[in-house]
C-alpha cells in the first residue's frame, strides 16, 4: 500500500480563503476587521519569524494585526500590564504570547491573565475545561489543525480507536479530547507507556506529538491506518539539514491509508487554525454567530 498524503499546505490555502470572506463579512457588518495581537519578549529569531509570519497571514486574510514586543529583560508586572491593556482594547479579539518566555517569566502565570475570551491559543485553563466539558470554547490551535485534516481525509471518525503519542496541554492532550468528542476510542501514550508498538498496532488514528526524530517504525503502524505526525525534530543526513517528524515517513507511508508529511502537513494548518481561532473569537465577542468552519 502507498499512503495517500494529507496535504496541510492546501488544507490551510483554502481554509485561509473561506476565513478572508467571514473577515470581509465581519468587517461589513461591525465597521472593523477582526484583530489579532501578537506579543514578543526578547529577540529569540525563531520566535520573531513566527511572530512576523503571524502578523502577515492575518493582513493576507483582511485582519488587524497589533505586534508588541518587550525586551528580554521585561518585568512580569510590565508584561501581565501588557495583558491587561490588550484584554481592555475592544479591537482586539485574540491574544497571543509567543511562547516559551525568558526563564525569569512565569509563563503560567501569563497564561491566565489572559481574557479566556481572547485566548485564541487555547491554553488558558478555562478554555481547556470548555473543552474537557464539551463546552463551546477556543480550542489550541495545532490539535484544531490536525482534527480538521483527519476530518478532511477520514469523514466520520466515530468509534474508530485512536492513539495519541504525546501528553503536553499544548498538543497531546487537547488532541485526545477532540477525538473523544469525535466518539473516537482514545489511547493517551507517553513517556512512561508500556509496549508502544502493541498500542499502535491497534490504531485506526495515530497522533503523534513527541519531538523525537522518526521513533516511530513504520512496522508499527497498523495496516490501513490514518498518521498525523505532529512532531519537527531538525536533523543531519548526508550532510543536509532536514526537518522530520516523530514517524520514519518511508516506512510508515507503505502501510497506512494515509499520512501528514513533515514538512507540509501539520506546520501550515496551525498558524491557519490561530486565524481560525482570531475570527470565531471576534464574532462571538460582538455577539453574532460564529461560522462553523471545522
Ligand atoms: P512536549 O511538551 O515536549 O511533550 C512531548 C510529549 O511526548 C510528552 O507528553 C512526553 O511524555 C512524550 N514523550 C516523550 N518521549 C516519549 C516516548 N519515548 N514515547 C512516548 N511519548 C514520549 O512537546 P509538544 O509541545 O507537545 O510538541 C511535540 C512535538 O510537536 C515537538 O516536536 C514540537 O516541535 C511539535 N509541534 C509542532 C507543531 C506544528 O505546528 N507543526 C505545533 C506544536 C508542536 P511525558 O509527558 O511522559 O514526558
Known sequence: MTAQIIDGKAFAASLGERIAG?????????????????????????????????????????????????????????????????????????????????????????????????????????????????????????????????????????????VVVGRSILVGKPMAQLLLAENCTVTMAHSRTRDLPAKLAQADIVVAAVGAAEMIQGDWIKPGATVIDVGTSRVTRDGKARLVGDVHFETAARRARAITPVPGGVGPMTIMTLMHNTLIAAYRRVGLPAPDLK
Open 22 to 162: 467571514h473577515a470581509a463579512a465581519f468587517a461589513a457588518r461591525t465597521g472593523r476587521a477582526p484583530g489579532l495581537a501578537v506579543v514578543l519578549v526578547g529577540t529569540d529569531p525563531a520566535s520573531q519569524v513566527y511572530v512576523r509570519s503571524k502578523g502577515r497571514m492575518a493582513r493576507q486574510l483582511g485582519m488587524e494585526s497589533f505586534e508588541h514586543v518587550l525586551s528580554e529583560d521585561c518585568t512580569q508586572q510590565e508584561l501581565m500590564s501588557l495583558i491587561g491593556d490588550l484584554n481592555a482594547d475592544d479591537t482586539v479579539d485574540g491574544i497571543l504570547v509567543q511562547l516559551p518566555l525568558p526563564g525569569h517569566l512565569d509563563s503560567l502565570a501569563v497564561i491566565k491573565a489572559i481574557d479566556p475570551d481572547k485566548d485564541v491559543d487555547g491554553l488558558h485553563p478555562v478554555n481547556a475545561g470548555y473543552l474537557a466539558s464539551g463546552m463551546p470554547g477556543l480550542v489550541s490551535c495545532t490539535p484544531l489543525g490536525c482534527l480538521m485534516l483527519l476530518r478532511s481525509s477520514l469523514g466520520n471518525l466515530s468509534g474508530l480507536d485512536a
